[in-house]
T-cell receptor, first 113, second 113 residues
Framework: GNSVTQMEGPVTLSEEAFLTINCTYTATGYPSLFWYVQYPGEGLQLLLKATKADDKGSNKGFEATYRKETTSFHLEKGSVQVSDSAVYFCALIPRNTGNQFYFGTGTSLTVIP | GAGVSQTPSNKVTEKGKYVELRCDPISGHTALYWYRQSLGQGPEFLIYFQGTGAADDSGLPNDRFFAVRPEGSVSTLKIQRTERGDSAVYLC???????????FGPGTRLTVL
């Protein structure tokens, strides 16, 4: 089957700290992988994606690399800001069935000044 | 331009009642998705429309749930004989393709008393 497992939260970091949020997946075939973000009071928005092995998605200083060998897509940022405080969701869409996304449970990040 | 809008933003109803939740996708987006998000969980797929037809309704939990999109734009999710377990945030998303660039609405928070 298809599923996504995310690092449990909540995560609290000081400004400028390094961030890693772990995500591993199980999928039939080779899925596309995504990180979505939900800022307080807003809807989910796409943060970054990768569609094949070894691809690196990046946006707003965040990066994630599609690792087929470890079935992982960990989110990283070198220096977090208060404005990065949000809930982050890892997700996958199976190959050739581009209509059903599978989301992780979300990881809440709070960045303190 | 306008994003995905959902109405109402909040709905409180009594057990056994019928509810309708509305989604207005981004103009021109042919794909429309409904998800349900329970507290502390990631979004869970319900149904996907491509145009007017439900291309995949495998996520609907039972026959009390039904969704329509008669003109290929606005969609309505209908829940009959609501139960307390139906309480959740119902999210709508639209997309112009199957690449994963979904645009989510703010959601409708449904509370069944």
């Amino acid at each position: 089957g298809n599923s996504v497992t995310q690092m449990e939260g909540p995560v609290t970091l000081s400004e400028e700290a390094f961030l890693t949020i772990n995500c591993t997946y199980t999928a039939t075939g080779y899925p596309s992988l995504f990180w979505y973000v939900q800022y307080p009071g807003e809807g989910l928005q796409l943060l970054l994606k990768a569609t094949k092995a070894d691809d690196k998605g990046s946006n707003k200083g965040f990066e994630a690399t599609y690792r087929k060998e470890t079935t992982s897509f960990h989110l990283e940022k070198g220096s977090v800001q208060v404005s990065d405080s949000a809930v982050y969701f890892c997700a996958l869409i199976p190959r050739n069935t581009g209509n059903q996304f599978y989301f992780g449970t979300g990881t809440s990040l709070t960045v303190i000044p | 331009g306008a994003g995905v809008s959902q109405t109402p933003s909040n709905k409180v109803t009594e057990k056994g009642k019928y509810v309708e939740l509305r989604c207005d996708p981004i103009s021109g987006h042919t794909a429309l998705y409904w998800y349900r998000q329970s507290l502390g969980q990631g979004p869970e797929f319900l149904i996907y429309f491509q145009g007017t037809g439900a291309a995949d309704d495998s996520g609907l939990p039972n026959d009390r749930f039904f969704a329509v999109r008669p003109e290929g734009s606005v969609s309505t999710l209908k829940i009959q004989r609501t139960e307390r377990g139906d309480s959740a945030v119902y999210l709508c998303a639209s997309s112009s393709d199957l690449s994963g660039n979904m645009y989510f609405g703010p959601g409708t928070r449904l509370t069944v008393l």
